[in-house]
């Protein structure tokens, strides 16, 4: 079965980086992309972006371009992201998701990792 | 504020049906796919339609979708204790600075 497993909760202060890692299995990882997705507490969703497993192509969402960065290993199937220069409004649960039939749609979830920032 | 607008509440009883409404523009509900989520208490999102009005595996037929224009609808009919839970709608918007997948501002659904 389809299994995203994420990195665990960390804790920055404001300026900082963080990088979440998302290992998959159950399925051929160079096959599907990952999206990430945020949602800060007792907020909405918010798409971040998206990475291609089979080449790297991203697509970042306009508001974190310049901030965010997605990569892949397929060595060991996981993907990771990586968000620069945090701020205190940066804090939330951080998802990947594997897409669906459907490129860049979120399918398969993470667990989510909690990324609290604060000085 | 989201792009996609939808009532931040919902309510019912056991048995009833309920709808959600999702309202977008021209540039994501109008011209791409509807995908809708359900998150329960503390855990992830699920996806429970897709393209519009398709299930994946394993939801139930008492959850559907549907589209008309630039809105978009999910529909449960025999209320459940266990669908109270956030729902939320997203869709592709291909907008001037680039395609991106918005959502909604999610709708808490309450099991009266």
């Known amino acids: 079965q389809v299994q995203l497993v994420q990195s665990g909760a960390e804790v920055k202060k404001p300026g900082a980086s963080v990088k979440v890692s998302c290992k998959a299995s159950?399925?051929?990882?160079?096959?599907?992309?990952i999206s990430w997705v945020r949602q800060a507490p007792g907020q909405g969703l918010e798409w971040m972006g998206w990475i291609s497993a089979y080449n790297g192509n991203t697509n970042y969402a306009q508001k974190l371009q310049g901030r965010v960065t997605m990569t892949t290993d397929t060595s060991t199937s996981t993907a990771y992201m990586e968000l620069r220069s945090l701020r205190s409004d940066d804090t939330a649960v951080y998802y990947c998701?594997?897409?669906?039939?459907?490129?860049?749609?979120?399918?398969?979830w993470g667990q989510g990792t909690l990324v609290t920032v604060s000085s | 504020q989201s792009v996609l607008t939808q009532p931040p509440s919902a309510s019912g009883t056991p048995g009833q049906r309920v709808t959600i409404s999702c309202s977008g523009s021209s540039s994501n509900i109008g011209s791409n796919y509807v995908y809708w989520y359900q998150q329960l208490p503390g855990t992830a999102p699920k996806l429970l339609i897709y393209r519009n009005n398709q299930r994946p595996s394993g939801v139930p037929d008492r959850f559907s979708g549907s589209k008309s224009g630039t809105s978009a609808s999910l529909a449960i009919s025999g209320l459940r204790s266990e669908d109270e839970a956030d729902y939320y709608c997203a869709a592709w918007d291909d907008s001037l600075s680039g395609p991106d997948v918005v959502f909604g501002g999610g709708t808490k659904l309450t099991v009266l």
């Open positions: 998701a594997r897409e669906s039939i459907d490129f860049g749609v979120p399918y398969y």
């Open positions: 159950g399925y051929t990882f160079t096959s599907y992309g």
